[in-house]
C-alpha cells in the first residue's frame, strides 16, 4: 500500500489524480490536503510514499500587480511544501511544473522543439516562478529523499479549464476555418495521471516531459471535433503574407503557433491509455 498526499484541494489534477487512483484501493490510500490557509503546516508529512504538490496558479496572467502572487504562490509555497515534506519524513515529492518555463510559442510558421539540451527561458513571471521552484525543489534530492518535476505540456480532459475548452465551443460554429498547420504537444488527463502514477510507483526522481504519442494542430481540432458532431469544414488557404502580419500579435501565435517536446524525451508507450481522438470523444460528451 502506497500512502499519498496531495497537496492542493480541489484542483483539477489533483482531483483527478485522486479518482485515478480509485482504481487500485488494495495499493493506494490517498489524503488531500488544503493549501490556501496555513493549517497544512500543522500536518505531519511523516509515513507518506510521496507527496504530490499541484497547488498553485495555473493559468497565465499578464496582469503586473498579480506578479508577487505568483511568486508567493507557485514559487515560495512549493519550496516551503517540499522542505516539509524532506523534514518530515515524506520518501518522494512530486512537483507539478510547466512546459511554459520554456518560454513563448514561435511565430506562426516557426517552431519550437523542446530538446533535452534545451534551456528554460521563461518569457513571463507565471513561467519564471515555476521555473525557480522547479530548479530549487530539485536541490533537495538526496538518497533519502526522491524529488520528480513533471513538466507536462497542455492538460485536457473532461471537466478542464483554459483554450482547449474555448477551442471546442469555437468548433461548434466554426464551418470556415484557415488551413494553418501548427504542431502542439498536448496530454490527456487519464495518460498524465498514469505518468505520475509510474513514477510514484516505481520511486523514480528526475525530471519528466509526459505528453500524447500524437502531436496536435489546432485546425485538427476543429475539424475532429466537428466532424464528430457531424458537420463539415471548409478549410480557407492562409496567404504566407496574411500570417506573417498576423504573427505580430501574441493572441495569433497562441492559437496557431508550434511548440512540441522532442519525442526523444517522452516515453509515451508506458502511460497512454487514451488516444487523441477518444479524448475529444470524451470531452466533447461532457460538453453536450
Avoid at 30 to 55: N, P, Q
Avoid at 167 to 181: E, M, Q, V
Avoid at 191 to 207: A, L, P, S
Wanted: net charge positive; aromatic share 12%.
Amino acid at each position: 500500500m502506497k500512502n499519498i498526499l496531495i497537496t492542493g484541494a480541489g484542483s483539477y489534477v489533483g482531483t483527478s489524480f485522486e479518482k485515478w487512483l480509485s482504481q487500485w484501493p488494495d495499493k493506494y490510500h490517498a489524503d488531500t490536503i488544503d493549501m490556501i490557509d496555513g493549517t497544512w503546516r500543522e500536518k505531519s508529512f511523516k509515513g507518506y510514499d510521496a507527496v504530490f504538490h499541484v497547488a498553485g496558479i495555473a493559468h497565465v496572467s499578464a496582469d503586473p500587480s498579480k506578479k508577487d502572487l505568483y511568486y508567493r504562490i507557485n514559487r515560495d509555497l512549493a519550496i516551503e511544501t517540499a522542505q516539509k515534506a524532506k523534514a518530515d519524513g515524506a520518501k518522494q515529492f512530486v512537483f507539478m511544473s510547466s512546459m511554459i518555463i520554456y518560454g513563448a510559442d514561435e511565430p506562426v510558421g516557426k517552431e519550437k522543439i523542446i530538446t533535452k539540451d534545451t534551456k528554460p527561458a521563461p518569457s513571463d513571471f507565471y513561467g519564471d516562478s515555476k521555473l525557480q521552484a522547479d530548479i530549487a525543489i530539485q536541490k533537495l534530492a538526496d538518497d533519502s529523499f526522491i524529488v520528480s518535476i513533471m513538466r507536462p505540456p497542455v492538460i485536457y480532459g473532461p471537466g478542464c479549464k483554459g483554450n482547449f475548452p474555448k477551442l471546442l465551443k469555437l468548433a461548434k460554429y466554426a464551418f470556415i476555418f484557415p488551413n494553418i498547420d501548427n504542431r502542439r504537444s498536448m496530454i490527456y488527463i487519464d495518460n498524465f495521471c498514469e505518468c505520475v502514477r509510474q513514477v510514484i510507483d516505481e520511486n523514480k526522481g528526475g525530471v519528466f516531459f509526459p505528453q500524447n504519442e500524437e502531436y496536435v494542430s489546432t485546425k485538427d481540432v476543429i475539424v475532429k471535433a466537428r466532424k464528430l458532431a457531424g458537420h463539415g469544414t471548409l478549410l480557407l488557404p492562409c496567404p504566407k503574407f496574411v500570417i506573417n502580419q498576423f504573427s505580430k500579435n501574441a493572441t495569433f501565435n497562441k492559437a496557431f503557433g508550434s511548440k512540441i517536446y522532442d519525442r526523444s524525451l517522452s516515453q509515451c508507450n508506458k502511460y497512454i491509455t487514451v488516444g487523441f481522438n477518444d479524448g475529444l470523444k470524451r470531452m466533447l460528451a461532457d460538453h453536450a
